[in-house]
């Protein structure tokens, strides 16, 4: 997982210094292909392919590693259907979260 930090930061090092100099006649790096392959493209593509092989969900493993949920997923549970007893899903510490009866 860090070789693939370690290609994407190449990236975005190439990024800034192309666009940094300009277009300017001098600055070879907007005007070559090669750059652009050697510091663009091979980077990302070994990245995906290092993130293809070992996914981060598949090393980050531990009770803290599930991702927290969407708060757009979130207020769509709370209008559409409820579960039992009004439970409408789960906050990010794994309660239920419950609908109160408005009547």
């Known amino acids: 997982m860090y070789a693939s930090l370690v290609l994407i930061t190449i990236r975005i090092i190439f990024r800034l210094t192309e666009f940094s100099a300009g277009e300017d006649p001098s600055n070879p790096l907007p005007f070559h292909e090669i750059y652009f392959y050697a510091f663009e493209a091979v980077p990302m593509f070994l990245a995906l392919a290092i993130m293809s092989v070992a996914h981060p969900g598949k090393v980050l493993k531990g009770p ?40």
């Open 64 to 103: 803290a590693s599930d991702m927290p949920q969407n708060i757009i997923i979130r207020k769509l549970k709370c209008c559409g259907k409820r579960g039992k007893a009004g439970r409408v899903g789960d906050d990010e510490m794994g309660k239920p979260i419950l609908l109160e009866d408005s009547r």
